[in-house]
């Protein structure tokens, strides 16, 4: 089992930068391929980026340029940069693992509120 647990999540207006950092509780965390998802009020829950245990990482076309996730694979944290933030960032945003590239994710952390106001 891998336990995540999201922070740093808040209130800011548009224009700012926020960065949510993602906790593991596994001792293979350098293993597992680590995503952020979000989910907006009203709506489905969206793809934000995601990073191997090396090599690329791959970004929603919303945030390419903007949010950058990288991780410590030593601290076994996984980082979301969230720049210039749109009141269209705002939602909940979720750390999630899985094992295998072409897996569903297997693990979910309980998400952290990000609000951007305009």
């Known amino acids: 089992q891998v336990q995540l647990v999201e922070s740093g999540g808040g209130l800011v207006q548009a224009g700012a930068s926020l960065r949510l950092s993602c906790a593991a509780s596994?001792?293979?965390?350098?293993?597992?391929?680590m995503g952020w998802f979000r989910r907006a009020p009203g709506k489905e829950r969206e793809f934000v980026a995601s990073?191997?245990?090396?090599?690329?990482?791959v970004y929603a076309d919303s945030v390419k340029g903007r949010f950058t996730i990288s991780r410590d694979n030593a601290e076994k944290v996984v980082y979301l940069q969230m720049n210039s933030l749109k009141p269209e960032d705002t939602a909940v945003y979720y750390c999630?693992?899985?094992?295998?590239?072409?897996?569903?994710?297997?693990?979910w952390g309980q998400g952290t509120q990000v609000t951007v106001s305009s």
């Open positions: 990073i191997p245990w090396s090599g690329g990482t």
């Open positions: 596994t001792r293979t965390f350098s293993s597992y391929i």
């Open positions: 999630a693992a899985k094992s295998r590239p072409r897996a569903e994710y297997d693990y």
